[in-house]
């Protein structure tokens, strides 16, 4: 079983939904975590970063760390056509390498 | 723009050989990253230099090594390539030394072992 775990998708929405993305991992002892998005053919880019449990908020996007639950969330209002992308989730605790998720493909239809 | 460059952004070659990979971090950044993504393993940490100096290692094999130059661009040496080893290649940079800095990724480097 994977440190951490992601549906692949694809997951379509029409334009204007509420997306929800979700992972889920196994390592307790993770701090910090991060939504990253990656457009087809092009290197991942960082979208939410967030430090233990809670929400954060950054215009459309909010994530969500519940950390005994063990399960993050990404949450995209308003979804637009320019948001389809693979979003991968990524976290770590302090001073160890990155561990990301399989990624999930996000597909918004116009 | 991330700012990191990489080259070159496609590489086709046999088994057996051995490819370079190049990275030139952004301006002002110490810290250089190297994954390993495909489509059955994700992506992976291969290795982090910080200042020239390897400071942690992930699952890299030992066909694969890297370095950092003193300008601080990175190599990524893979050798006796096999077929498995076809994937993209990201190189990320970041400023200080803790996995926890905001890592920023180049656009990668497409190898094609047949």
């Known amino acids: 079983q994977k440190e951490v775990e992601q549906d692949p998708g694809p997951l379509s929405v029409p334009e204007g939904a509420i997306v929800s993305l979700n992972c889920t991992y196994s390592?307790?002892?993770?701090?910090?975590f991060m939504w990253y998005r990656q457009y087809s053919r092009k290197g991942p880019e960082l979208l939410m970063y967030?430090?233990?449990?809670g929400n954060k908020e950054d215009g459309r996007f909010t994530a969500q760390v519940d950390k005994s639950s063990k399960y993050i969330s990404l949450f995209i209002r308003d979804s637009q056509p320019s948001d389809s992308a693979t979003y991968l989730c990524?976290?770590?605790?302090?001073?160890?390498?990155?561990?990301f998720g399989g990624g999930t493909r996000l597909m918004v239809k116009p | 723009d991330s700012g990191v460059t990489q080259t070159p952004k496609h590489l086709i070659t046999a088994t057996g050989q051995r490819v370079t990979l190049r990275c030139s971090p952004r301006?002002?950044?110490?810290?250089v990253y190297w994954y390993q993504q495909s489509l059955d393993q994700g992506l992976q940490f291969l290795i982090q230099y910080y200042n020239g100096e390897e400071r942690a290692k992930g699952n890299i094999l030992e066909r694969f090594s890297a370095q950092q130059f003193p300008d601080l661009h990175s190599e990524l040496n893979l050798s006796s390539l096999e077929l498995g080893d076809s994937a993209l290649y990201f190189c990320?940079?970041?400023?200080?030394?803790?996995?926890?800095?905001?890592?920023?990724f180049g656009p990668g480097t497409r190898l094609t072992v047949l």
């Open positions: 990320a940079s970041s400023v200080g030394p803790p996995a926890t800095d905001t890592q920023y």
């Open positions: 990524a976290m770590n605790n302090a001073g160890n390498m990155l561990t």
């Open positions: 390592n307790s002892a993770f701090q910090y």
């Open positions: 967030t430090y233990s449990s």
């Open positions: 301006s002002g950044d110490l810290s």
